[in-house]
């Protein structure tokens, strides 16, 4: 994480506890970034398809532009390790496309 900074991350979710922000809070204010709860009620996805390896809170990621304010989004899968800077990621011209992905 030192690499990357002012950097701001959206959490989506539907149950984390707000002291749990509190506390990362406090410790990404040394890389000049914030962390944001963006809580999404999982009732709205009880018709949606679920299984074992797929929960409601994997749908979350195709709301993402609809629910932060940003002219650009970089979404990243909880299990995504970052060893290097987010800008080469967030920087790339998509040529038009409204999303790219890996």
Request: hydrophobic share 40%; charged share 25%; aromatic share 14%.
């Amino acid at each position: 994480m030192y690499h990357n900074r002012d950097v701001d991350f959206y959490i989506l979710n539907s149950d984390i506890a707000p002291e749990w922000f509190k506390l990362l809070g406090r410790k990404m204010e040394v890389v000049n970034s914030t962390i944001r709860s963006v809580h999404i009620d999982k009732e709205l996805f009880e018709s949606y398809k679920t299984g074992p390896h797929i929960n409601y809170a994997s749908y979350f990621r195709f709301f993402a532009t609809e629910v932060v304010e940003s002219d650009r989004v970089l979404y990243l899968d909880s299990d995504i390790i970052v060893t290097g800077e987010l800008a080469t990621l967030f920087e790339i011209d998509l040529k038009g496309y409204s999303i790219g992905a890996v």
